[in-house]
């Protein structure tokens, strides 16, 4: 599993705009494939390209001063690969996308299913920004029998798939973790193809298989992606979590049961690890403990005493001691 981020922050600073975007349109045509590309003339030129590889599946993240890109006849004819794309218009504004002669209108927030072996383009009135899942037809086609009949058909902006697909790709590429584990690339991949599938209208023998694997998969990263942003909360619960992935309480339940830690568990470790590095920071040398043990969730300060010295083998005024001796 690799992640290859490209930015116009990383050409020699003394390139013009015009020598800046022509070195940017190389670069990304080496990486990603051969497109036209025109850019927003009324201010400087920036862009940034982000792409992992999980498998046989490529995520892209792109964000820039582009407002416009167009694969012709030439460059399909030039390109090797048969590959199928779901894309998020994560731009301000609309962006016009057209494929084989059809066009449509695609919101913020929207998405749309393509293909890149026919001639396709976007466009829009503001900078681009971007985020695409890329399988080829070998994957895809376990799922889908003839995936080009689907190219350009309204995707469901309301599918819970669809919706999950969008926070999955966003949790990967916000992970800095980018080391070369088989595994957990297998893992992504999977998870992604039964998404796909499951956007598009996969049977139903293997759309429950899709559902209950990846869909599965992708909640549960939701859950504890939550988890992790409410636990300092003292009143932080299951319920929490369930509605901010929009899913049952015993759902959620269920989901923590199947990883071996629940939800109590989970958010307790968080809070201890919290502190923890509260009481190692010389930032917080002024701090009492018991607004440190508030601070992280706990209610009883003697709870989180306990709690404390049984994770840590030290009472929290006594690891802050040692770490003080240390330094």
């Not at 018991?290 to 009472?315: K, L, M, P, Q, T």
Request: hydrophobic share 40%; charged share 25%.
């Amino acid at each position: 599993m690799s992640k290859v981020v490209f930015s116009t922050d990383q050409l020699p600073a003394e390139l013009d705009d015009h020598a800046r975007f022509s070195r940017w349109v190389e670069h990304i045509s080496d990486l990603y494939g051969a497109f036209d590309q025109s850019r927003l003339e009324d201010c400087a030129f920036s862009a940034r390209f982000e792409a992992a590889q999980y498998g046989d599946l490529l995520s892209g993240k792109f964000a820039g001063t582009v407002n416009k890109a167009v694969r012709s006849s030439r460059h399909v004819a030039g390109d090797t690969r048969d590959d199928f794309a779901i894309s998020f218009n994560r731009s301000r504004g609309a962006v016009r996308q057209f494929q084989n002669g059809q066009e449509t209108i695609v919101s913020p927030g929207s998405a749309t299913f393509l293909g890149n072996r026919v001639s396709s383009g976007m466009d829009a009135e503001t900078r681009l920004e971007l985020m695409t899942v890329s399988i080829p037809r070998k994957l895809i086609s376990e799922f889908i029998v003839h995936p080009e009949d689907l190219l350009f058909k309204p995707l469901d902006q309301n599918s819970p798939a669809l919706r999950h697909l969008a926070r999955y790709l966003d949790m990967i590429h916000e992970s800095n973790d980018v080391s070369d584990d088989p595994a957990l690339a297998m893992h992504i991949e999977v998870t992604l193809l039964d998404l796909f599938a499951l956007v598009l209208g996969t049977q139903r023998d293997k759309a429950d298989v899709a559902s209950n694997r990846g869909l599965r998969a992708a909640r549960l990263q939701e859950v504890l992606a939550a988890i992790k942003t409410g636990f300092a909360d003292p009143a932080f619960s299951s319920d929490d979590a369930a509605s901010a992935v929009g899913v049952s309480r015993r759902y959620v339940n269920d989901l923590l049961y199947e990883t071996g830690a629940t939800l109590a568990e989970r958010v307790l470790e968080l809070r201890l690890q919290k502190a923890r590095a509260m009481l190692a920071s010389t930032r917080h040398d002024t701090t009492k403990i018991n607004d440190i043990a508030f601070a992280c969730g706990f209610n009883e300060v003697s709870y989180f005493h306990r709690c404390f010295r049984r994770r840590f083998g030290a009472a929290p005024n006594e690891f802050r001691d040692t770490r003080r001796q240390v330094w």
